[in-house]
T-cell receptor, first 110, second 112 residues
């Protein structure tokens, strides 16, 4: 059981570039989430997917899109990166004991 | 989503008990009280959750006030590895679309 995995671990982008953050879980969980965490702050919910085929906006969805490709995978896309999107991004999935978080992707936008 | 209030920081000595308080005066009847912690440079980690009764697990205990407007996370013997930011979060049941909304949390430091 790998739990929740995220790729890449680190990424540097230039303003205006696009990229997709990948997330996968092998725990057969229905719900998956994307969060961002800025320095010294708590996590903020970007988007979530309650089940395969559904996605909904969280607290800070602007500038992002998501795809729930199948039950295992939930990707986050930045179409045109901005310096304000410099952050650490965490993916999570929900089980009976709560949410399981991935190790995070540290993204810097120059 | 109902809000929680926690102290910004707390300090403890190693091998002593730690009581981390959380106020949630606007909690609704179906909200669960969740605690997560985040070690430096890691993702959050589930600690414990409860609804009305006190809860114990191998990591910690959760004491919930009778009126549910406050709760306390208890680490029975703090270790250096317990130094982390602890988040108290209210969450509606999963089948009602409950989501975790993180606040600022309490940064716990543990002195040897």
């Amino acid at each position: 059981n790998a739990g929740v995995t995220q790729t890449p671990k680190f990424q540097v982008l230039k303003t205006g570039q696009s990229m997709t953050l990948q997330c996968a879980q092998d725990m057969n969980h229905n719900s998956m989430y994307w969060y961002r965490q800025d320095p010294g702050m708590g996590l903020r919910l970007i988007y979530y997917s309650a089940s395969e085929g559904t996605t909904d906006k969280g607290e800070v969805p602007n500038g992002y899109n998501v795809s729930r490709l199948n039950k295992r995978e939930f990707s986050l896309r930045l179409e045109s990166a901005a310096p304000s999107q410099t952050s650490v991004y965490f993916c999570a999935s929900t089980g009976l004991q709560g949410e399981f978080f991935g190790p995070g992707t540290r993204l810097t936008v120059l | 989503d109902a809000k929680t209030t926690q102290p910004n920081s707390m300090e403890s000595n190693e091998e002593e008990p730690v009581h981390l308080p959380c106020n949630h005066s606007t909690i609704s009847g179906t909200d669960y009280i969740h605690w997560y912690r985040q070690l430096p440079s890691q993702g959050p980690e589930y600690v414990i959750h409860g609804l009305t009764s006190n809860v114990n697990n191998r990591m910690a205990s959760l004491a919930i006030a009778e009126d549910r407007k406050s709760s306390t996370l208890i680490l029975h013997r703090a270790t250096l590895r317990d130094a982390a930011v602890y988040y108290c979060i209210l969450r509606a049941p999963y089948n009602q679309g409950g989501k975790l909304i993180f606040g600022q949390g309490t940064e716990l430091s543990v002195k040897p």
